[in-house]
């Protein structure tokens, strides 16, 4: 009997939701930083073995928006949990509920979809703060599974598959065995850069990014030659962002460049133009043109 079936990843920002989506996949197909509300779309990825298939969601962060791409991303991430078979709810272990956190359960309060509570970043908290929260949850909400794990250092996280498949209804193959994630290239490309910049740069400045791509052709040779926009909100943004005789936009440039050669296994001609579009997060036209647009 073939199983199959779709597992959302939910959670406060920062979380480390995506970390944990990359580890299970064993590749980096989500970016990550330290900053929250690094992801901003939902990142579909495919895991296929001998009789089950898990196609895994990974969501932007719930939080409380104050613009209108944070909107977007909100929704986006409330719209993963409706119609799939399993939601892991991520937290980490703070001695008690967080306030976030009381707000994504109470929506969650109805759903007959089973939802697991996954505590990580266990390897950065004492023990007695881990069994508190688990205590706590566990008292506060009715979770089909509490697990603590790491998604850094990997531990647990086999347990953690383990009782994902366990739960899997029967269900066909959705995707061919060889298909892992259902973004594009040039997706992975633009979110490559973004994520160097968020990576390099300080505080406020990186929230306000976007990154979009304008060409992006392979030459006989077989090197790929890449332009893209880097779009900030402000010319004081633009400014940090090149930096002194452009050193900053010269570093994001590089370790992007790194790792999009290795993703496209080629050499890579990458060119980045920084431009001012003012307020950018609040205007529908900007956001519909990047991408952040909800899909009917
Ligand atoms: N110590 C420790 N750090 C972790 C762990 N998992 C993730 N992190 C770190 O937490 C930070 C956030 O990780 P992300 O995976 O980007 O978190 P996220 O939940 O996807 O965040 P958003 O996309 O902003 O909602 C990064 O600096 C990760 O390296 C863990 O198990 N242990
Ligand atoms: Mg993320």
Known sequence: MFKSGFVT??????????????????QKLSIVSNKPQTTRNNI????????YQLI????????????????????????????????????????????GDIHILEELKNTSVPIFLVLNKVDENTAENVAETLKQY???FKFKEIIPI??????????LLELMKGTLPEGPKYYPEDMIADVQEKFIVSET????????????????IAVDVIQMKQDAKGMYHIEVDLLCEKDSHKGIIIGKSGQT????????REDIEKLLESRVNLKIWV????????????LKELGYKLKK
Do not use: C
């Not at 790491?150 to 347990?159: C, V």
């Open 9 to 26: 990843i939910i959670g406060r920002p920062n979380v480390g939701k995506s970390t944990l989506l990359n580890h299970l996949m064993g």
């Open 44 to 51: 579909q990825t495919i895991m296929t073995g001998e009789d």
């Open 56 to 99: 895994f969601v990974d969501t932007p962060g719930l939080h409380k928006p104050r613009h209108k791409l944070g909107e977007y991303m909100v929704t986006v991430a409330q719209n993963s949990t409706k119609g799939v078979d399993l939601i892991l709810f991520l937290t980490t272990p703070q001695g008690h509920i967080e306030k």
């Open 138 to 140: 566990g008292e506060y």
């Open 150 to 159: 790491s998604a850094l250092k990997g531990k647990n996280t086999d347990k």
């Open 193 to 208: 850069i973004r994520e160097k910049a968020l990576r390099v740069l300080n505080e406020e400045v990186p929230h306000g």
């Open 249 to 256: 936009l010269k570093r994001i440039g590089q370790y992007a």
């Open 275 to 286: 431009k001012v579009r003012k307020e950018w997060r609040d205007n529908p036209n900007y």
